[in-house]
């Protein structure tokens, strides 16, 4: 069996403490708590980045080809649409449709994505 380490400073933790300790003292404790918290910034940050960029492409495509025309979904993979960024789902003209910022959008099994802009 491996010897378990601070997740912090690496030291290895004394076979003596209590198996569900993770840090050797309270300061990597702290440090550690400080560098998840830092993580947890950074990954909100993309992901609140990625959401504007998504928003905007369907603002981009919306004012090109509006609700009523299916827009081969090849054209926004070209500018990077991220189609997993997703909060819920909703229902427009009793289809599941995606909401994202002031848009919605669903890509159909054909490979054509609508577009609808939320009130
Ligand atoms: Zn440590």
Redesign the pocket.
Known sequence: MAKRR??????ALDWNDHGNRN???E??YD??KKLRNIKKYRDNKAEQEGFQKVDLILKRFYELYGSDRCIPAILLDEVEMAWLIRKNEIIINGRPAIPVGLYAYNLYNNATVQIWKLQ
């Open positions: 601070c997740l912090f400073c690496n030291v840090y050797c003292n300061e990597c440090a550690g």
